[in-house]
């Protein structure tokens, strides 16, 4: 049962944007880990995923430009020039990007080189 405190904060978030509820998400999931004992230490993926995003990609194009080959047929979740997951099934690369820590993770799914290009109906 909750709260009439939660219920005023749950009527409070649901006027939001959706960048204002993605920095609260961001926000809950730190307390979360900070609760559950899991440390962010400088080099973790934690600390990495905190990070904004270049609005442009460039990192994230220049990462598909060199391994493009390597992963043909597959999806990839990327931040940055990291790799984050990776596979043949998008939502569960979807999946293990967010459980990673990586919820803004570029999602792409690189073509073969063999593969016809999908043209619509």
């Known amino acids: 049962m909750m709260t009439e405190k939660v219920q005023q904060v749950l009527r409070q978030i649901e006027s939001l944007s959706a960048d204002e509820k993605q920095s609260l998400v961001d926000y809950l999931n730190e307390q979360a880990q900070k609760d ?37 047929g597959q999806y990839v979740a990327l931040y940055g020039d990291q790799l984050v997951a990776h596979g043949p099934d998008g939502r569960t690369v979807l999946r293990q990007a967010r459980e990673a820590g ?20």
């Open 36 to 72: 559950l004992g899991v440390s962010s230490t400088p080099g973790s993926n934690q600390s990495a995923a905190q990070e904004e995003p270049d609005p442009y990609r460039r990192r994230e194009s220049e990462w598909l430009k060199q391994h493009r080959d390597a992963y043909a």
């Open 102 to 121: 990586f919820p803004r993770a570029l999602m792409v799914r690189i073509e073969s080189p063999d593969e016809l290009p999908f043209g619509g109906w």
